[in-house]
């Protein structure tokens, strides 16, 4: 037991509060990292992209993990301007605007892509409408990825950015020191806010975003059928 906590009897419950929320913000990182990487290996297969895998860096801090993930979805959302570009230019502008309709069968829109898909990729399979249209023919896509960049650079650039993601053995006793500072009780409570909050709007962001990538999948494995 620390020397304060005969001053601050709740600081060993705080500590503990910390790291099963470090854990939860780790758990949601790695889930993320996994979901990207999905998508990626989606979009190589079918709309012949060479996006890199990425992978979590261990021994690195919040914000550098943070960061891997948000370069990452921008180039995912580089590759699919330039599929956007490409029908915009191919397709009549009625056609166009029908794709991008929140109102229009997602059946529809995979037959207007059809028609010119072949055209962008030198070859392409039903498949590869049925990617074109989840994540290029859809604003609620975009805004959900939007939304998940947005978060994760809200968390690299608070007070938990700078913190090691890893919670085992020194790299713990590190974690609580990057945390606590001078003034332990204070800090941790600090620590228990900034991570609540986070996590409250990095889980919803990701939620939307992994639903968004098995949406995408489930899609391409019925067109394959």
């Known amino acids: 037991m620390a020397q304060s906590d005969f001053l601050y009897p709740d600081n060993p419950r ?45 021994d690195g801090t919040i914000k550098e993990n943070c960061d891997i993930i948000i370069q990452a979805i921008i180039k995912i959302q580089k590759e699919l301007q330039k599929v956007d570009d490409a029908l915009k230019h191919k397709l009549e502008p009625t056609l166009y605007r029908k794709l991008r309709d929140l109102k229009e069968r997602e059946t529809e829109k995979i037959a207007i892509v059809q028609k010119v898909i072949s055209v962008i990729l030198g070859e392409a399979t039903s498949a590869a409408s049925a ?38 053995g020194l790299g713990l006793d590190m974690m609580f020191r990057a945390i606590l500072g001078a003034v332990e009780k204070t800090q941790l409570e600090t620590a228990i806010s900034n991570y609540e909050k986070h996590l409250v709007e990095f889980k919803a962001a990701s939620e939307k975003y992994h639903h968004i990538i098995i949406e995408v999948t489930n899609s391409v494995k019925h067109q394959i059928k």
């Open 131 to 168: 990617v074109a249209v989840k994540l290029v023919g859809s604003n609620v896509t975009t805004g959900i990825i939007n939304k998940l960049v947005t978060v994760l650079a809200h968390i690299g650039g608070s007070l938990l950015g700078s913190i090691g993601v890893a919670v085992l």
């Open 14 to 58: 705080r500590r503990q509060e910390v790291n099963r929320l470090h854990q939860q913000l780790l758990d949601c990182l790695s889930a993320s990292f996994h979901a990207t990487n999905k998508l990626t290996d989606v979009l190589n297969m079918h709309l012949g992209c060479r996006l890199p895998l990425i992978e979590m860096k261990r």
